[in-house]
Structure formats: C-alpha cells, structure tokens
C-alpha cells in the first residue's frame, strides 16, 4: 500500500493519463499507468496490470465520453460493439496473460509499445506537408 508523497505521486500518474486519454483518446492504462507502477512503485507486471484495469474500470473515460457525446462526436452503436469485443477480448487475453512468467510480460510490453511508436512515427513522417 501506497502512503504519503507516493499518493501524491500516485494522483500525479492519474493526472497524466486522463489528459493523455482525453486528448488523445490512448488507453492511458497500457502506456502511463502501467509503466508508472512497475518503475516508479516496483509493482510486478501482472499487478501492474491488474492494478490498471481496476483503476480504469469505472473512469475509463465517462466525463471524455460524456463531452464528446454532447458535442455530436459519439456513435453510441459502435461504441457499444467494440465494447462488447474489448470484454471479450481482455477477458480471455487476461487468463492467458495470468500464466506467462513476468519478464516475457514485460518483453511482450515493450515490444508492443516500441512497435507502435515506430508506427506512428513512421506513417505522421510520410504524411508530413512540406515546409
């Protein structure tokens, strides 16, 4: 359990990811909760993990979605057919997750998030307007 300054640390990690996610509509979770617990509180990747899901699972977003909705940028249907498949998926995924020793966890992760950026980096250069 976490006292003291490290809460404030703590609320400082939330901060950061719910503007991360309203801005950029990232799941904050994966790239700064995640992270912030394993290297900043020395928590394991499975609990990390698990930490950010029940972190995630009531504000996911609900006061993003709520504006956004309100401004006419909210296709509700959809919404909730992804929803549908994210359950499903992070459901089954988890149980799998659950039995793969930490370090390959942590190797998968970081493969993951360095993929990605190389991703993005390389498909914004190509999309880039001359100067």
Known sequence: MVHGAGIVV??????VSGIM??????????VIIVPALVYLFGFSQHSAIGTSLAILLPPVGLGAVIEYYRN??????????????????????SYFANRIPEAYMRLAFGVFV????????????RNLPPL
């Open 72 to 93: 006419g940028h909210v296709d509700l249907r959809s919404a909730f057919v992804v929803a549908l498949g994210l359950f499903l998926g992070a459901w089954i995924s």
């Open 114 to 125: 360095l993929s990605l950026g190389v991703y993005i980096i390389a498909s914004s250069m």
């Open 10 to 15: 703590l609320a400082a990690v939330g901060l």
């Open 21 to 30: 996610s309203g801005m950029f509509g990232i799941g904050g979770g994966g």
